[in-house]
Protein backbone atom coordinates (compact mmCIF):
# COMPACT_ATOMS: atom_id res chain seq x y z
CA UNK A 1 0.00 0.00 0.00
CA UNK A 2 1.23 3.30 -0.92
CA UNK A 3 3.18 5.77 1.40
CA UNK A 4 0.17 8.51 0.71
CA UNK A 5 -2.06 6.05 2.49
CA UNK A 6 0.21 5.84 5.06
CA UNK A 7 0.32 9.43 5.64
CA UNK A 8 -3.37 9.86 5.89
CA UNK A 9 -4.00 7.08 8.36
CA UNK A 10 -0.45 7.81 9.79
CA UNK A 11 -0.15 8.86 13.87
CA UNK A 12 -3.80 9.72 14.21
CA UNK A 13 -5.29 6.53 16.42
CA UNK A 14 -5.06 6.65 20.09
CA UNK A 15 -4.20 2.83 20.18
CA UNK A 16 -3.41 1.67 16.83
CA UNK A 17 -2.05 -2.39 15.48
CA UNK A 18 -0.56 -1.46 13.05
CA UNK A 19 -0.25 -4.69 10.30
CA UNK A 20 -0.03 -5.23 6.73
CA UNK A 21 -2.10 -8.15 4.70
CA UNK A 22 -0.86 -9.57 1.75
CA UNK A 23 -2.91 -8.45 -1.28
CA UNK A 24 -3.81 -12.10 -2.64
CA UNK A 25 -4.71 -13.94 0.64
CA UNK A 26 -8.04 -15.21 1.65
CA UNK A 27 -9.20 -14.48 5.34
CA UNK A 28 -12.32 -15.61 5.84
CA UNK A 29 -11.31 -18.59 7.60
CA UNK A 30 -9.07 -16.14 10.11
CA UNK A 31 -12.72 -14.18 10.46
CA UNK A 32 -14.75 -17.11 11.17
CA UNK A 33 -13.10 -17.87 14.84
CA UNK A 34 -12.18 -14.25 15.63
CA UNK A 35 -15.04 -11.64 15.17
CA UNK A 36 -18.38 -10.78 16.13
CA UNK A 37 -21.33 -10.95 13.65
CA UNK A 38 -22.18 -7.87 12.16
CA UNK A 39 -20.25 -5.73 9.60
CA UNK A 40 -19.77 -1.96 9.15
CA UNK A 41 -19.14 -0.61 5.25
CA UNK A 42 -18.31 3.23 4.55
CA UNK A 43 -19.08 3.16 0.94
CA UNK A 44 -17.36 7.05 0.91
CA UNK A 45 -16.11 8.72 -2.26
CA UNK A 46 -12.49 8.58 -2.05
CA UNK A 47 -12.63 5.47 0.19
CA UNK A 48 -14.20 1.92 1.02
CA UNK A 49 -13.52 0.74 4.37
CA UNK A 50 -14.95 -2.29 6.15
CA UNK A 51 -15.02 -2.66 10.16
CA UNK A 52 -15.47 -5.79 11.91
CA UNK A 53 -15.30 -6.23 15.89
CA UNK A 54 -12.81 -8.97 17.17
CA UNK A 55 -14.45 -10.49 20.52
CA UNK A 56 -11.58 -8.57 22.35
CA UNK A 57 -13.40 -5.22 21.09
CA UNK A 58 -10.37 -4.52 18.18
CA UNK A 59 -11.96 -3.23 15.68
CA UNK A 60 -10.12 -4.09 12.40
CA UNK A 61 -10.69 -1.62 9.27
CA UNK A 62 -9.94 -2.95 6.00
CA UNK A 63 -9.79 -0.19 3.51
CA UNK A 64 -9.04 0.53 -0.40
CA UNK A 65 -8.89 3.64 -2.44
CA UNK A 66 -12.10 4.54 -4.14
CA UNK A 67 -10.10 5.29 -7.31
CA UNK A 68 -8.77 4.28 -10.85
CA UNK A 69 -6.67 5.46 -14.09
CA UNK A 70 -7.96 3.81 -17.44
CA UNK A 71 -5.72 2.80 -19.35
CA UNK A 72 -6.63 1.91 -23.17
CA UNK A 73 -5.97 -1.81 -23.89
CA UNK A 74 -2.70 -1.59 -26.18
CA UNK A 75 0.56 -3.69 -26.18
CA UNK A 76 2.14 -1.53 -24.04
CA UNK A 77 -0.49 -1.47 -21.52
CA UNK A 78 -1.15 -5.22 -21.38
CA UNK A 79 3.42 -5.48 -21.30
CA UNK A 80 2.92 -2.46 -18.00
CA UNK A 81 0.44 -4.69 -16.57
CA UNK A 82 2.79 -8.06 -16.97
CA UNK A 83 5.84 -6.45 -15.87
CA UNK A 84 4.46 -4.98 -12.44
CA UNK A 85 2.01 -6.04 -9.77
CA UNK A 86 -0.57 -3.45 -10.17
CA UNK A 87 -4.02 -4.74 -9.49
CA UNK A 88 -6.88 -3.65 -12.37
CA UNK A 89 -10.19 -4.56 -13.84
CA UNK A 90 -10.79 -4.88 -17.07
CA UNK A 91 -14.11 -3.70 -18.74
CA UNK A 92 -15.34 -2.71 -22.01
CA UNK A 93 -11.89 -2.69 -23.36
CA UNK A 94 -10.08 -0.41 -21.21
CA UNK A 95 -8.43 -1.62 -18.45
CA UNK A 96 -8.55 0.29 -14.77
CA UNK A 97 -5.72 0.63 -12.20
CA UNK A 98 -6.97 0.64 -8.88
CA UNK A 99 -6.34 2.00 -5.69
CA UNK A 100 -3.70 3.81 -4.68
CA UNK A 101 -1.55 2.81 -7.54
CA UNK A 102 -3.74 4.84 -9.76
CA UNK A 103 -2.70 7.95 -8.22
CA UNK A 104 0.67 6.76 -8.01
CA UNK A 105 0.79 5.94 -11.65
CA UNK A 106 -1.01 9.04 -12.82
CA UNK A 107 1.28 11.06 -10.56
CA UNK A 108 4.07 8.99 -12.42
CA UNK A 109 2.90 9.78 -15.77
CA UNK A 110 1.54 13.45 -15.21
CA UNK A 111 -1.29 13.25 -18.10
CA UNK A 112 -5.04 12.13 -17.52
CA UNK A 113 -6.67 11.81 -14.12
CA UNK A 114 -7.72 9.41 -11.86
CA UNK A 115 -11.41 8.60 -12.26
CA UNK A 116 -13.89 7.78 -9.69
CA UNK A 117 -16.66 5.51 -9.33
CA UNK A 118 -18.70 7.41 -7.03
CA UNK A 119 -19.11 11.67 -6.77
CA UNK A 120 -20.61 13.35 -4.53
CA UNK A 121 -21.62 10.73 -2.08
CA UNK A 122 -23.47 8.75 -4.56
CA UNK A 123 -22.50 6.33 -7.85
CA UNK A 124 -20.73 9.02 -10.53
CA UNK A 125 -23.70 9.30 -13.34
CA UNK A 126 -21.28 10.81 -15.62
CA UNK A 127 -18.95 7.35 -15.32
CA UNK A 128 -20.43 4.84 -17.70
CA UNK A 129 -19.02 1.44 -15.71
CA UNK A 130 -19.30 3.28 -12.26
CA UNK A 131 -21.76 0.48 -11.08
CA UNK A 132 -19.79 -2.01 -12.15
CA UNK A 133 -15.97 -0.76 -11.41
CA UNK A 134 -17.54 0.29 -7.33
CA UNK A 135 -18.86 -3.85 -7.34
CA UNK A 136 -15.68 -4.95 -8.40
CA UNK A 137 -13.78 -2.85 -5.40
CA UNK A 138 -16.76 -3.38 -2.74
CA UNK A 139 -16.71 -7.06 -3.21
CA UNK A 140 -13.00 -7.26 -2.93
CA UNK A 141 -12.72 -5.55 0.56
CA UNK A 142 -15.48 -7.10 2.16
CA UNK A 143 -15.56 -10.35 1.66
CA UNK A 144 -17.80 -13.14 2.76
CA UNK A 145 -20.66 -13.33 5.66
CA UNK A 146 -19.24 -15.25 8.20
CA UNK A 147 -22.62 -16.59 9.41
CA UNK A 148 -25.94 -16.91 7.45
CA UNK A 149 -27.50 -13.81 6.41
CA UNK A 150 -24.88 -11.98 8.69
CA UNK A 151 -26.35 -8.54 9.45
CA UNK A 152 -24.16 -5.57 7.16
CA UNK A 153 -24.70 -1.70 7.77
CA UNK A 154 -23.92 0.65 4.96
CA UNK A 155 -22.91 4.28 5.25
CA UNK A 156 -25.68 6.42 3.09
CA UNK A 157 -25.39 10.14 2.94
CA UNK A 158 -28.68 12.08 3.41
CA UNK A 159 -29.77 14.10 0.69
CA UNK A 160 -27.86 17.41 -0.04
CA UNK A 161 -29.26 21.07 0.96
CA UNK A 162 -27.34 22.56 -1.57
CA UNK A 163 -28.28 20.23 -4.53
CA UNK A 164 -31.45 18.72 -6.36
CA UNK A 165 -30.62 15.43 -5.74
CA UNK A 166 -32.14 11.80 -4.31
CA UNK A 167 -30.05 8.98 -2.75
CA UNK A 168 -32.92 6.72 -2.67
CA UNK A 169 -31.33 4.60 -6.35
CA UNK A 170 -27.62 4.70 -4.84
CA UNK A 171 -29.45 2.78 -1.43
CA UNK A 172 -31.03 0.56 -3.87
CA UNK A 173 -28.12 -0.31 -5.64
CA UNK A 174 -25.91 -1.13 -2.63
CA UNK A 175 -28.71 -2.79 -0.48
CA UNK A 176 -28.98 -4.99 -3.90
CA UNK A 177 -24.82 -5.76 -4.23
CA UNK A 178 -24.46 -6.42 -0.47
CA UNK A 179 -27.49 -9.20 -0.52
CA UNK A 180 -25.77 -10.82 -3.49
CA UNK A 181 -23.12 -11.45 -1.59
CA UNK A 182 -24.96 -13.18 0.99
CA UNK A 183 -25.79 -10.56 3.63
CA UNK A 184 -28.93 -8.64 5.58
CA UNK A 185 -28.30 -5.42 4.22
CA UNK A 186 -29.52 -2.31 5.79
CA UNK A 187 -28.40 1.32 5.37
CA UNK A 188 -27.47 3.61 7.98
CA UNK A 189 -27.31 7.43 8.48
CA UNK A 190 -23.20 7.96 7.55
CA UNK A 191 -23.01 10.98 10.15
CA UNK A 192 -25.28 8.76 12.87
CA UNK A 193 -22.22 5.68 12.20
CA UNK A 194 -20.38 9.01 14.31
CA UNK A 195 -22.60 9.26 16.93
CA UNK A 196 -22.76 5.00 17.62
CA UNK A 197 -18.55 5.13 17.20
CA UNK A 198 -17.98 8.38 19.56
CA UNK A 199 -20.79 8.65 21.54
CA UNK A 200 -21.03 12.57 21.85
CA UNK A 201 -23.17 13.40 25.39
CA UNK A 202 -25.57 16.15 26.36
CA UNK A 203 -24.97 17.65 29.11
CA UNK A 204 -27.21 19.23 31.87
CA UNK A 205 -27.05 20.82 35.11
CA UNK A 206 -27.73 18.37 37.78
CA UNK A 207 -28.69 15.24 35.40
CA UNK A 208 -26.36 12.69 34.31
CA UNK A 209 -25.07 12.87 31.15
CA UNK A 210 -26.91 11.44 27.93
CA UNK A 211 -25.78 9.52 26.01
CA UNK A 212 -25.51 9.11 22.19
CA UNK A 213 -26.59 12.96 21.71
CA UNK A 214 -25.03 15.48 19.63
CA UNK A 215 -24.24 16.89 16.78
CA UNK A 216 -22.18 14.60 14.49
CA UNK A 217 -20.11 15.58 11.15
CA UNK A 218 -18.79 13.41 8.53
CA UNK A 219 -16.37 15.53 6.39
CA UNK A 220 -15.71 12.93 3.32
CA UNK A 221 -14.13 13.97 -0.23
CA UNK A 222 -17.45 14.12 -1.89
CA UNK A 223 -20.10 15.67 0.95
CA UNK A 224 -20.12 16.49 4.20
CA UNK A 225 -23.11 14.85 6.50
CA UNK A 226 -24.48 16.49 9.39
CA UNK A 227 -26.75 14.82 11.64
CA UNK A 228 -28.37 15.90 15.28
CA UNK A 229 -28.76 12.53 17.40
CA UNK A 230 -30.77 12.32 20.69
CA UNK A 231 -30.47 8.89 22.35
CA UNK A 232 -29.18 7.56 19.18
CA UNK A 233 -32.25 8.28 17.12
CA UNK A 234 -31.80 10.60 14.65
CA UNK A 235 -33.68 14.05 14.63
CA UNK A 236 -32.35 16.36 11.97
CA UNK A 237 -30.09 14.82 9.08
CA UNK A 238 -28.74 17.21 5.93
CA UNK A 239 -25.46 17.31 3.71
CA UNK A 240 -23.49 19.27 1.13
CA UNK A 241 -21.63 18.28 -1.63
CA UNK A 242 -19.32 20.83 -1.30
CA UNK A 243 -16.18 18.89 0.32
CA UNK A 244 -12.97 17.90 -0.31
CA UNK A 245 -13.29 16.72 -4.06
CA UNK A 246 -14.60 20.67 -4.41
CA UNK A 247 -11.33 21.99 -2.49
CA UNK A 248 -9.19 20.04 -4.92
CA UNK A 249 -10.52 21.07 -7.53
CA UNK A 250 -11.08 24.89 -6.70
CA UNK A 251 -7.37 24.79 -5.42
CA UNK A 252 -6.64 22.91 -8.87
CA UNK A 253 -8.07 25.79 -10.62
CA UNK A 254 -6.66 28.68 -8.87
CA UNK A 255 -2.93 27.63 -9.15
CA UNK A 256 -2.73 24.96 -12.13
CA UNK A 257 -1.86 22.15 -10.63
CA UNK A 258 -3.24 18.97 -11.34
CA UNK A 259 -6.31 17.74 -8.87
CA UNK A 260 -3.79 14.61 -8.02
CA UNK A 261 -0.82 16.48 -6.80
CA UNK A 262 -3.16 19.18 -4.90
CA UNK A 263 -4.82 15.66 -2.98
CA UNK A 264 -0.87 14.38 -2.49
CA UNK A 265 0.42 18.14 -0.66
CA UNK A 266 -3.14 18.05 1.42
CA UNK A 267 -2.41 14.85 2.66
CA UNK A 268 1.30 15.14 3.00
CA UNK A 269 2.53 18.57 3.60
CA UNK A 270 -0.90 20.61 4.97
CA UNK A 271 -1.52 21.96 8.48
CA UNK A 272 -4.12 24.00 9.28
CA UNK A 273 -2.23 25.20 12.56
CA UNK A 274 0.82 26.20 10.77
CA UNK A 275 -0.04 27.44 6.85
CA UNK A 276 3.15 27.74 4.54
CA UNK A 277 1.78 30.56 3.09
CA UNK A 278 5.23 30.37 0.46
CA UNK A 279 3.73 27.45 -0.73
CA UNK A 280 0.30 28.34 -3.27
CA UNK A 281 -1.07 25.38 -3.37
CA UNK A 282 -1.02 25.13 0.81
CA UNK A 283 -1.94 28.95 0.65
CA UNK A 284 -4.92 28.01 -1.48
CA UNK A 285 -5.94 25.24 0.47
CA UNK A 286 -6.19 27.14 3.88
CA UNK A 287 -8.57 29.32 2.26
CA UNK A 288 -11.18 27.09 0.77
CA UNK A 289 -11.05 24.83 4.22
CA UNK A 290 -12.38 28.52 6.02
CA UNK A 291 -14.55 28.91 3.03
CA UNK A 292 -16.02 25.18 3.49
CA UNK A 293 -15.99 25.78 7.15
CA UNK A 294 -18.15 29.07 7.17
CA UNK A 295 -20.68 26.87 4.42
CA UNK A 296 -21.00 24.44 6.75
CA UNK A 297 -21.74 26.46 10.03
CA UNK A 298 -24.13 28.79 7.70
CA UNK A 299 -26.07 25.73 7.02
CA UNK A 300 -26.25 24.34 10.40
CA UNK A 301 -27.61 27.22 11.83
CA UNK A 302 -30.21 27.54 8.73
CA UNK A 303 -31.20 24.17 9.10
CA UNK A 304 -31.16 23.75 12.97
CA UNK A 305 -33.77 27.07 12.92
CA UNK A 306 -36.18 26.40 10.11
CA UNK A 307 -36.81 23.05 11.79
CA UNK A 308 -36.83 24.46 15.17
CA UNK A 309 -34.42 21.92 16.53
CA UNK A 310 -34.06 22.56 20.39
CA UNK A 311 -31.81 20.87 23.55
CA UNK A 312 -32.14 21.41 26.98
CA UNK A 313 -28.61 21.02 27.63
CA UNK A 314 -25.04 21.73 26.49
CA UNK A 315 -24.11 19.97 23.85
CA UNK A 316 -21.18 17.68 21.87
CA UNK A 317 -20.35 18.12 18.37
CA UNK A 318 -17.68 15.05 16.91
CA UNK A 319 -16.49 15.35 13.79
CA UNK A 320 -14.50 12.53 11.83
CA UNK A 321 -14.10 11.83 7.79
CA UNK A 322 -10.95 11.99 5.83
CA UNK A 323 -11.53 15.66 4.79
CA UNK A 324 -11.37 16.64 8.90
CA UNK A 325 -8.20 14.74 9.49
CA UNK A 326 -6.00 18.04 8.19
CA UNK A 327 -4.53 18.88 11.80
CA UNK A 328 -5.80 21.70 13.17
CA UNK A 329 -9.50 21.59 11.53
CA UNK A 330 -11.27 21.10 14.29
CA UNK A 331 -9.64 24.70 15.89
CA UNK A 332 -10.83 26.05 13.00
CA UNK A 333 -14.01 24.72 13.13
CA UNK A 334 -14.62 26.14 16.58
CA UNK A 335 -13.70 29.61 15.66
CA UNK A 336 -16.20 29.46 12.24
CA UNK A 337 -18.50 29.06 15.43
CA UNK A 338 -17.56 32.16 17.82
CA UNK A 339 -20.07 34.99 17.36
CA UNK A 340 -22.49 32.53 15.52
CA UNK A 341 -25.97 32.58 17.33
CA UNK A 342 -26.83 29.13 17.61
CA UNK A 343 -30.10 27.55 18.92
CA UNK A 344 -28.87 25.48 21.33
CA UNK A 345 -25.50 25.62 23.24
CA UNK A 346 -22.29 23.91 22.35
CA UNK A 347 -19.90 23.09 25.21
CA UNK A 348 -17.23 21.43 23.16
CA UNK A 349 -15.77 20.38 19.35
CA UNK A 350 -14.19 16.95 19.65
CA UNK A 351 -12.25 15.08 17.05
CA UNK A 352 -12.84 11.51 16.34
CA UNK A 353 -10.05 9.21 18.07
CA UNK A 354 -9.66 7.65 14.70
CA UNK A 355 -11.36 10.23 12.20
CA UNK A 356 -10.79 7.80 8.89
CA UNK A 357 -12.55 4.52 10.95
CA UNK A 358 -15.44 6.14 12.79
CA UNK A 359 -17.95 5.61 9.93
CA UNK A 360 -17.37 2.49 9.26
CA UNK A 361 -16.47 1.69 13.11
CA UNK A 362 -20.36 3.02 13.59
CA UNK A 363 -22.05 1.26 11.02
CA UNK A 364 -20.23 -1.69 12.71
CA UNK A 365 -21.74 -1.39 16.03
CA UNK A 366 -25.58 -0.57 14.58
CA UNK A 367 -24.78 -4.03 12.99
CA UNK A 368 -23.97 -5.54 15.84
CA UNK A 369 -27.00 -4.49 17.96
CA UNK A 370 -28.90 -5.98 14.49
CA UNK A 371 -27.07 -9.58 15.16
CA UNK A 372 -27.78 -8.83 19.21
CA UNK A 373 -31.51 -8.71 18.23
CA UNK A 374 -31.79 -11.90 16.35
CA UNK A 375 -29.85 -13.97 19.45
CA UNK B 1 -67.86 -21.45 -27.43
CA UNK B 2 -66.56 -20.10 -30.76
CA UNK B 3 -68.86 -17.63 -32.73
CA UNK B 4 -68.93 -18.94 -36.28
CA UNK B 5 -68.91 -17.24 -39.65
CA UNK B 6 -72.77 -17.20 -39.84
CA UNK B 7 -72.99 -15.09 -36.34
CA UNK B 8 -74.28 -18.18 -34.85
CA UNK B 9 -72.49 -20.74 -32.06
CA UNK B 10 -73.68 -23.62 -34.57
CA UNK B 11 -71.55 -24.35 -38.23
CA UNK B 12 -73.30 -23.57 -41.12
CA UNK B 13 -73.85 -26.60 -42.64
CA UNK B 14 -71.17 -27.99 -45.57
CA UNK B 15 -68.81 -25.49 -44.70
CA UNK B 16 -65.67 -26.15 -43.06
CA UNK B 17 -64.84 -25.71 -39.25
CA UNK B 18 -61.67 -22.75 -39.28
CA UNK B 19 -60.70 -22.91 -35.81
CA UNK B 20 -58.77 -19.18 -34.63
CA UNK B 21 -55.93 -20.29 -32.36
CA UNK B 22 -54.75 -17.55 -30.35
CA UNK B 23 -50.81 -17.56 -31.16
CA UNK B 24 -48.68 -16.66 -27.74
CA UNK B 25 -45.97 -14.27 -29.46
CA UNK B 26 -42.77 -14.52 -27.81
CA UNK B 27 -39.87 -12.45 -28.64
CA UNK B 28 -36.78 -11.95 -26.94
CA UNK B 29 -34.56 -9.73 -27.75
CA UNK B 30 -30.76 -8.26 -26.38
CA UNK B 31 -30.56 -5.16 -25.87
CA UNK B 32 -26.64 -3.06 -24.79
CA UNK B 33 -28.32 -1.23 -22.18
CA UNK B 34 -26.38 2.09 -20.53
CA UNK B 35 -27.48 1.42 -17.07
CA UNK B 36 -25.70 4.26 -15.60
CA UNK B 37 -27.99 6.43 -18.25
CA UNK B 38 -30.58 4.38 -17.01
CA UNK B 39 -29.90 4.86 -13.24
CA UNK B 40 -29.08 8.22 -14.09
CA UNK B 41 -32.99 9.24 -15.80
CA UNK B 42 -34.33 7.61 -12.59
CA UNK B 43 -32.66 9.36 -10.04
CA UNK B 44 -33.42 12.92 -12.36
CA UNK B 45 -36.80 11.01 -12.34
CA UNK B 46 -37.73 10.43 -8.25
CA UNK B 47 -39.99 12.54 -6.77
CA UNK B 48 -41.04 13.93 -10.32
CA UNK B 49 -42.72 10.58 -11.69
CA UNK B 50 -46.26 10.28 -10.03
CA UNK B 51 -48.95 7.33 -11.17
CA UNK B 52 -47.13 4.25 -12.84
CA UNK B 53 -44.51 2.77 -13.63
CA UNK B 54 -43.40 -0.49 -16.00
CA UNK B 55 -40.20 -2.60 -14.68
CA UNK B 56 -39.51 -5.59 -16.85
CA UNK B 57 -43.17 -5.95 -18.30
CA UNK B 58 -45.11 -5.43 -14.57
CA UNK B 59 -46.83 -2.61 -13.57
CA UNK B 60 -46.66 -0.65 -10.59
CA UNK B 61 -49.05 1.60 -9.22
CA UNK B 62 -46.67 3.93 -7.59
CA UNK B 63 -43.79 5.73 -8.60
CA UNK B 64 -40.38 5.51 -8.36
CA UNK B 65 -40.12 5.90 -4.85
CA UNK B 66 -41.85 2.11 -4.52
CA UNK B 67 -39.39 -0.29 -3.40
CA UNK B 68 -40.29 -3.22 -5.38
CA UNK B 69 -39.66 -1.06 -9.03
CA UNK B 70 -36.38 0.47 -7.59
CA UNK B 71 -34.95 -3.07 -5.96
CA UNK B 72 -35.99 -4.46 -9.92
CA UNK B 73 -33.86 -1.67 -11.38
CA UNK B 74 -31.37 -2.06 -8.78
CA UNK B 75 -30.73 -6.05 -9.39
CA UNK B 76 -30.75 -5.57 -13.14
CA UNK B 77 -27.72 -2.89 -12.07
CA UNK B 78 -25.87 -5.39 -10.39
CA UNK B 79 -25.42 -7.48 -13.09
CA UNK B 80 -21.41 -8.31 -14.05
CA UNK B 81 -20.96 -8.44 -17.77
CA UNK B 82 -19.26 -11.56 -18.97
CA UNK B 83 -16.51 -9.64 -20.57
CA UNK B 84 -14.71 -8.15 -17.40
CA UNK B 85 -12.15 -9.48 -15.61
CA UNK B 86 -10.10 -8.48 -12.20
CA UNK B 87 -6.55 -9.54 -11.45
CA UNK B 88 -7.33 -9.70 -7.62
CA UNK B 89 -10.16 -11.67 -4.74
CA UNK B 90 -9.66 -9.53 -2.23
CA UNK B 91 -8.32 -5.62 -1.67
CA UNK B 92 -7.08 -3.85 0.80
CA UNK B 93 -4.72 -2.88 3.93
CA UNK B 94 -6.02 -3.59 6.87
CA UNK B 95 -5.94 -1.33 10.50
CA UNK B 96 -6.70 -2.36 13.51
CA UNK B 97 -7.72 0.34 16.36
CA UNK B 98 -8.72 -0.74 20.05
CA UNK B 99 -11.72 -0.27 21.75
CA UNK B 100 -13.06 -0.44 25.30
CA UNK B 101 -15.46 -3.63 24.81
CA UNK B 102 -17.72 -2.25 27.78
CA UNK B 103 -18.44 0.79 26.36
CA UNK B 104 -19.04 -0.69 22.79
CA UNK B 105 -21.55 -3.06 24.79
CA UNK B 106 -23.26 -0.36 26.23
CA UNK B 107 -23.86 1.11 22.98
CA UNK B 108 -25.29 -1.35 21.34
CA UNK B 109 -27.46 -2.05 24.41
CA UNK B 110 -28.66 1.25 23.74
CA UNK B 111 -29.22 0.14 20.11
CA UNK B 112 -31.00 -2.68 20.66
CA UNK B 113 -34.62 -0.38 21.06
CA UNK B 114 -34.21 0.97 18.26
CA UNK B 115 -36.32 0.16 15.44
CA UNK B 116 -34.55 0.35 12.27
Known amino acids: MSDVLDDILGDKEVEVIESKKEKKTKPEQVIETEYNPGVGVDVGTSNIVVARQKKDGTFVNRF????????????????????????????????????????????????GEVVRPMKDGILNPSLKESSELLFYIIKAVVGSPIVENEPLRFSVPANPVDRDLDNRFHEMILKNFFTKLGYDAKPVNEAM??????????????????????????????????????????????????????????????????????????????????????????????????????????????????????????????????????????????????????????????????PFYSVSQGACVRAQADYSKLT | MPVFSNGKKEPEPGRPIVRHEVIKETHTEQQQIDVTALAKAVAEALGKMPGRGIVNGEEYEDDFSNAKSLDKLADS??????????????????????KDVKEVNKTIDLLRGLDN
Open chain 1, 193 to 354: CIAYDCNPVMKEEGEADTPLSGICCSCGAGMWNLALAYKGLSLVEFSCTKSGDHLDEQVSKVTGYSNSKVIKIKEKKLDLNNVDMNDRVQAALSIYYDEMLGRMVHHICKEFKEKSSEMEGSIEIVVAGGTSMAPGFCNRLEEAFKGVNMPFDIYRVRHSET
Open chain 1, 64 to 111: HRDMLYPLDVSDEAADLLERSDYLYVKVDGVYYIVGDDALKLVNAIGK
Open chain 2, 77 to 98: MTVQRGNSEANFDDLGGVKETK
